[in-house]
């Protein structure tokens, strides 16, 4: 996957186009992501020992064609490049300000 954990993306679709926020969990095989404060569903918490009852949101996982990466360097939505090292490392390169982006990727 081109976005991993800890990147900023904007939602390019759905009802929170145009947001953006911050990956805070990935699934490669799934091919979803999960975005801070994006996607939100309410859901309902039954009354325990340990906390209040009552309606909690949480994020939902979304794909992550609906994103695009948000380039640290640029600071513009742009689409991920790779790129090879002569020690056979991966990169991610944005393919607007063909800066290198931190971070491992997962195919
Ligand atoms: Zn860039």
């Known amino acids: ?18 947001r953006t926020g911050e990956v805070i969990r990935v699934f490669p095989k799934k091919l979803k992501i999960v975005v801070k404060g994006i996607n939100l569903f309410k859901k309902h918490v039954k009354p325990s020992q340990n906390q209040k009852g009552g309606i909690v949101e949480k994020e939902r996982p979304m794909l992550v064609s609906k994103v695009a990466l948000i380039c640290p ?5 742009t689409r991920v ?8 490392h991966k990169y991610r390169l944005c393919k ?8 491992k990727t997962t195919k």
Do not use: A, F, R
């Open 1 to 18: 996957m081109k976005i991993i954990k800890s990147d900023k993306v904007k939602i390019l679709i759905g009802k929170d186009k145009g």
């Open 73 to 77: 360097n640029c600071q513009k939505p």
């Open 81 to 88: 490049g790779y790129e090879v090292d002569k020690s056979g």
């Open 96 to 103: 607007k300000c063909h800066t290198m982006l931190i971070g």
